[in-house]
């Protein structure tokens, strides 16, 4: 039924995020994300897996924290990762349309 739906598509998204803080708190050192922070933690298996059950493309790390670092502060704060993620997530071809978009303006 539709409330079940809804439920559950909330929930979905509460563990996404979830999951997406864990690996923000990950590669933080309790403040933000530097681009080589990114590229260091990418190194490890574990947590290029982990990235790919957030639905992220790690091939294009230096691409995808440039999208997601929206104040061009060279950091990428909890918030911006995470309305990163939200944004990013699903085909690589999500990061390429969205660098398309970055051109445009």
């Known amino acids: 039924d539709r409330v079940f739906a809804v439920q559950r598509e ?3 998204k509460r563990d996404y995020l979830i ?3 864990e690996a923000f708190e990950h590669m933080s050192d309790g403040g933000n994300v530097l681009q080589k922070d990114m590229v260091a933690y990418l190194q490890d298996p574990e947590a290029r897996a982990a990235f790919q059950r957030l639905d992220l493309d790690t091939d294009q790390v230096e691409k995808l924290f440039l999208l997601m670092d ?3 502060s060279e950091g ?3 918030q911006e990762f995470m309305t ?3 944004r990013l997530r699903g085909t690589a ?3 390429h349309l969205e660098f398309l978009h970055q051109d445009l303006k």
């Open 70 to 72: 929206t104040d061009t």
């Open 93 to 95: 071809s999500c990061v």
């Open 10 to 12: 909330v929930q979905e």
């Open 84 to 86: 990163g993620c939200l």
């Open 76 to 78: 990428i704060n909890l």
């Open 19 to 21: 999951a997406a803080k």
